[in-house]
């Protein structure tokens, strides 16, 4: 994932459970990457970022979302064995910690992205507050997150996380670290209390996304999830979370 200093790194079999090719028009793939898509745009204003980077980036399958939709993104990966795919390999840096990356490097970077990454860390408050002094000319940060501990499963387990978040959990790290939250929202609203009810009634959840069957019907699926998150209130809870935090300063 981000640190060579824990086991934070996915193994091969985690890889697999997660990204591949085979999943990557799977509805929540297709929706959470339109809606970070969505966020960086709002984050950067009238000044698009020139840099992106993204910390613990896997084989790139976001990263390469985001790039079709006019990103500048490049990513990072601490490990070192990545299957990643070639119409991404030269945007993406495995087996590197993003603080080993030369700091003529990381000085152009104002943008951080880090998606689905800090639950995975012991200790992310630690973390957070190295990158403002390695990225000077970051703007802004954008952390995806699972949420809500009450949908704490086998799937948190098979992943490695150390906890699911709160909208205020998140906002309390970020602020702990040095960052000023702008602006955070519950995503996958309609799937809480499906994730909640299968938690109760079954006990386990997949720790595998199938390739879709009807990839017409998920983009289907992909654009409700969207649209319900333009819609509704941020507070609504949901089963991931966004956050947009600025570098220090005061919150808006």
């Not at 906002?171 to 929202?185: I, K, Q, T, V």
Request: charged share 20%; hydrophobic share 45%.
């Amino acid at each position: 994932m981000v640190s060579g200093e824990s086991p934070t790194a996915f193994t091969a079999e985690q890889f697999h459970a997660t990204w591949g090719a085979d999943v990557a028009e799977h509805f929540w793939n297709l929706a959470r990457n339109r809606l970070i898509l969505d966020e960086i745009r709002r984050s950067a204003g009238p000044t698009p970022f020139r840099d992106v980077l993204e910390i613990g980036c896997g084989p790139g399958y976001v990263l390469r979302a985001l790039r079709a939709g006019g990103v500048p993104v490049r990513g990072v990966e601490i490990a070192p064995d990545v299957p990643v795919p070639a119409a991404v390999a030269d945007y993406v840096a495995t087996g590197t910690d993003c603080f080993d990356l030369p700091l003529a490097r990381r000085s152009t970077v104002d943008c951080l992205l880090m998606l689905d990454v800090i639950e995975h860390l012991p200790d992310p408050v630690t973390f957070l507050a190295r990158l403002p002094g390695a990225f000077p000319a970051a703007r802004v940060l954008i952390v995806t997150v699972p949420a809500r501990a009450e949908l704490w499963s086998n799937y948190d387990t098979f992943f490695g996380h150390f906890r699911r978040y709160s909208r205020p959990g998140l906002s309390a790290d970020l602020r702990a670290a040095g960052f000023a939250p702008l602006r955070s929202r519950y995503l996958f609203k309609s799937l809480y209390p499906v994730m909640l009810a299968l938690k109760h009634v079954a006990g386990q959840r997949a720790t595998t996304l199938a390739p879709p069957g009807q990839p017409a019907l998920h983009r289907l699926i992909a654009w409700c999830f969207r649209t319900e998150a333009a819609v509704l209130p941020a507070g609504v809870w949901g089963t991931s979370i966004i956050c947009t935090a600025a570098r220090g300063g005061a919150n808006r």
